[in-house]
T-cell receptor, first 113, second 114 residues
Framework: KNEVEQSPQNLTAQEGEFITINCSYS?????LHWLQQHPGGGIVSLFM???GKKKHGRLIATINIQEKHSSLHITASHPRDSAVYIC???????????????FGQGTILTVHP | NAGVTQTPKFRILKIGQSMTLQCAQD?????MYWYRQDPGMGLKLIYY???????DKGEVPNGYNVSRSTTEDFPLRLELAAPSQTSVYFC?????????????FGPGTRLTVL
């Protein structure tokens, strides 16, 4: 079983729909990241959160530390939101100064006009 | 600022050939990372560096080598290319390690080994 599991693996939506992508993890973490990978391949960081909820424009990320679960929501989805969304958890790698990132396999989102 | 740059964007190698993937950042970040991304899989850490002169292995280091002679540059070397190294390679950097807020990624290098 992977340490980080995302669902669904593929998601198709119509423009304007509310989107939810889920991330579950099995290890203790210090933070969780949501990343976006554009169709051209570039990766950008969307959020880093360790508790509660963060909002940026139409994107909302929530995390429940007790349940080891995070969700990424997109309100009023648009075709330009089509991308791969990646969840990654940050753990302390055995007492070193390096924080290890473990990535989910990604969720492929396609939003049709 | 250019951020994190990688060269080349694409490369085809024959089995047994060698090459170096270049990575540079101009943000004065201490931490730099090399990942590989295989289809349907999450990114896997190959090597990382916490500063000039200091490197360490990640999850999948076999077949690769790195060096960090300056803060800006973190090249990844493939000595004897194998088909299993066909992948997309991403370099990334961050200001610090455990408590960083964001990791900045380069555009990626798509490598095919035939």
């Amino acid at each position: 079983k992977n340490e980080v599991e995302q669902s669904p693996q593929n998601l198709t939506a119509q423009e304007g729909e509310f989107i939810t992508i889920n991330c579950s993890y099995s290890v203790g973490i210090s933070a969780l990241h949501w990343l976006q990978q554009h169709p051209g391949g570039g990766i950008v960081s969307l959020f880093m959160l360790s508790s509660g909820k963060k909002k940026h424009g139409r994107l909302i990320a929530t995390i429940n530390i007790q349940e080891k679960h995070s969700s990424l929501h997109i309100t009023a989805s648009h075709p330009r939101d089509s991308a791969v969304y990646i969840c990654a958890v940050l753990t302390n790698a055995g007492g070193t100064s390096y924080g290890k990132l473990t990535f989910g396999q990604g969720t492929i989102l396609t939003v049709h006009p | 600022n250019a951020g994190v740059t990688q060269t080349p964007k694409f490369r085809i190698l024959k089995i047994g050939q060698s090459m170096t993937l270049q990575c540079a950042q101009d943000m004065n970040h201490n931490y730099m990372y090399w990942y590989r991304q295989d289809p349907g899989m999450g990114l896997k850490l190959i090597y990382y560096s916490v500063g000039a002169g200091i490197t360490d292995k990640g999850e999948v280091p076999n077949g690769y080598n790195v060096s960090r002679s300056t803060t800006e540059d973190f090249p990844l070397r493939l000595e004897l290319a194998a088909p299993s190294q066909t992948s997309v390679y991403f370099c990334a950097s961050s200001l610090s390690g455990i408590n960083y807020n964001e990791q900045f990624f380069g555009p990626g290098t798509r490598l095919t080994v035939l």
